[in-house]
């Protein structure tokens, strides 16, 4: 029984870690970090030029700034090979892509941080740029990689 246990485990690790390897060659990604206004600028820029479609998600991490909540996703497809900040407080969400909650329990709650390495199928944000900050605002995701 516990080889059974043993084996489920290491199965379910290994199916939670598949990103496959992928070589960032911007080097404004080099450059900068996840969270810096050039690196998300350049995100940005990338995101018009590529097939969205093409793009899967996993989770990097989970951090609190400030009091802000935010999920860091490996981003790759279509040439793209990044990490997105996505920024999940739901006081956020709910200001800026005009969802309403309805009690839904908080996107950190449901996945992260205790969920390192799954893929996210589908995942949408909303961008919001000007001149002094670039964000990407949690919106949706339809189906997750650990349903």
């Given at each position: 029984?516990?080889?059974?246990?043993?084996?489920?485990?290491?199965?379910?690790?290994?199916?939670c870690?598949?990103?496959?390897?992928?070589?960032?060659?911007?080097e404004?990604?080099n450059?900068?970090?996840?969270?810096i206004?050039?690196?998300?600028?350049?995100?940005?820029n990338q995101l018009?030029?590529?097939?969205?479609?093409?793009?899967?998600?996993?989770?990097?991490?989970y951090e609190?700034?400030?009091?802000?909540?935010?999920?860091?996703?490996?981003?790759?497809?279509?040439?793209?090979?990044?990490?997105?900040?996505?920024?999940t407080?739901?006081e956020?969400?709910?200001k800026?892509?005009?969802?309403?909650?309805?009690?839904?329990?908080?996107v950190?709650?449901?996945?992260?941080?205790?969920?390192?390495?799954?893929e996210?199928?589908n995942?949408?944000?909303n961008?919001?740029?000007?001149?002094?900050?670039?964000?990407?605002?949690?919106?949706?995701y339809?189906?997750?990689?650990?349903d």
């Open positions: 029984m516990k080889k059974l246990i043993l084996l489920l485990s290491v199965l379910l690790v290994v199916s870690n598949d990103r496959p390897d992928c070589i960032n060659t911007n404004i990604f450059k900068h970090s996840p969270n206004k050039e690196y998300k600028d350049e995100l940005v018009r030029l590529i097939d969205n479609t093409k793009l899967k998600y996993w989770i990097k991490e609190v700034i400030e009091e802000e909540e935010f999920i860091y996703f490996y981003i790759q497809g279509d040439g793209l090979c990044a990490i997105i900040e996505i920024n407080t739901a956020k969400i709910k800026e892509t005009e969802l309403t909650y309805n009690g839904l329990v908080p950190h709650t449901e996945i992260g941080p205790t969920h390192t390495g799954i996210f199928l995942l949408t944000f961008i919001k740029q000007d001149s002094l900050s670039t964000e990407f605002i949690f919106r949706d339809e189906r997750r990689g650990f």
